[in-house]
């Protein structure tokens, strides 16, 4: 399906470093360029660098003063609590804005491609930032790329923007920055609030006209019962909306083995994932279609997997999950992390699911969690929220 692709990346993009300590490691990155690189997938798409986000284009979404106070912290390095850089989730360092505005600038560029025609799809590994707010570093999160994206986007005269967040946590900076503007859909399947960061993402915050849209899951959810909410809220509001372009965030800690949440999803049922939103790019919004990264900490045996399968399906070119790790990506991860790497690209799981028009079951914390999402939303936009 997909006719040109670009990948965003620069070495530099994994500056963006809390420190050893902190979940938020870039080697996470390095090691998904690494593998994505050894096993021929960045031979299949085009390779582009990226320039730093301007300061005219970071107020898009954020504050003129916060955007100073993030750079007088990374002149420093000292912390400025008022602004959220210098706590124990956004540690303050030397050089944070010329880092988090690099990362902006790569979704920027991704979003630039696709819109102006140059590429259908376009790619930043290194972005989904999506809990920065407009004035307030929040969850790992300085500048909000997406949310800028999106801004840069509507400023060009796009009239209708979809985003589609499958990060285990709530998508809420970019739900904030957009709550009030019907020509924004976004959608955030997500753990429940009611035992994960960042506390919000109920199916009742549902924007002006129903155009913000929650799926708020239980913990423990897995492959099946996720993959039944992705097809039973997202492809018939993509179809509704029609949006000129779709942006993605595909934070990778929905996955079993993610140390910071509960979801229990395998790399097959994100890989299912990531399919079915190429169909849907296609299919909604003539193959525009801009992604990024986002949440994952689980630093070798899920990231790497994760966002090389991603890269892969957005090149066209989905890899066979039986596929052997290649021994110099196995070495390497050796190398920089003292972890042996995983030897497939698989967990060995057949990601099936019951779709929702099999019927509702109300004694199903999952289908239940659907229904209160396809009440609260589904009659803005005309549709029916029973299956």
């Avoid at 809990?131 to 790992?140: K, N, R, V, Y």
């Avoid at 423990?220 to 993509?238: I, K, M, Q, T």
């Avoid at 689980?298 to 966002?307: F, M, S, T, Y």
Wanted: aromatic fraction near 8%; proline fraction near 7%; charged fraction near 20%.
């Amino acid at each position: 399906m997909s006719r040109s692709v670009r990948v965003v990346w620069d070495d530099a993009l994994i500056s963006y470093d809390f420190g050893p300590e902190h979940p938020l490691a870039p080697v996470r990155v390095e090691l998904t360029m690494a593998l994505a690189r050894e096993l021929g997938v960045l031979d299949l798409v085009e390779m582009s660098g990226c320039a730093p986000a301007t300061d005219d284009e970071l107020a898009l979404v954020h504050k003129r003063d916060y955007i100073e106070a993030v750079k007088r912290v990374s002149a420093t390095g000292r912390r400025d609590l008022a602004c959220g850089l210098g706590t124990v989730d956004n540690p303050a360092f030397v050089g944070v804005h010329e880092a988090s505005a690099l990362i902006t600038g790569a979704s920027l560029a991704a979003a630039r491609a696709v819109w102006t025609g140059e590429v259908e799809h376009a790619v930043n590994v290194a972005g989904g930032l999506h809990h920065a707010m407009p004035a307030l570093a929040s969850g790992f999160c300085v500048y909000n790329d997406p949310g800028v994206a999106i801004a840069w986007l509507l400023a060009q005269g796009a009239s209708r923007v979809a985003y589609v967040d499958v990060d285990v946590h709530h998508g809420d900076g970019v739900q904030a920055m957009f709550y009030d503007d019907p020509r924004v859909l976004t959608i955030s399947l997500h753990e429940s609030p009611r035992t994960l960061f960042p506390g919000t993402g109920f199916p009742n915050e549902s924007g002006a006209e129903g155009t913000a849209v929650n799926v708020a899951l239980p913990a423990g959810c897995g492959d099946g019962d996720w993959l039944r909410a992705f097809h039973a809220v997202v492809p018939p509001l993509l179809r509704e909306f029609a949006p000129e372009i779709l942006v993605t965030q595909h934070g990778c800690d929905s996955h079993a083995l993610d140390p910071l949440a509960n979801l229990m999803l395998s790399l097959d049922g994100q890989r299912a994932a990531y399919a079915a939103l190429h169909e849907l790019a296609h299919e909604t919004a003539g193959g525009r279609w801009v992604v990024t990264g986002g949440g994952g900490y689980e630093l070798v045996q899920v990231v790497p997997r994760a966002w090389t399968h991603l890269i892969a399906e957005v090149a066209g070119h989905p890899l066979d999950p039986r596929t052997a790790t290649p021994e110099a990506w196995r070495t390497f991860v050796k190398e920089r992390t003292n972890q042996s790497a995983p030897l497939t690209l698989t967990d060995g799981r057949n990601p099936e699911f019951r779709d929702f028009s099999t019927g509702y079951d109300p004694a199903d914390p999952v289908d239940r969690a659907i229904m209160a999402t396809r009440k609260a939303i589904f009659p803005f936009h005309g549709l029916d929220p029973l299956p």
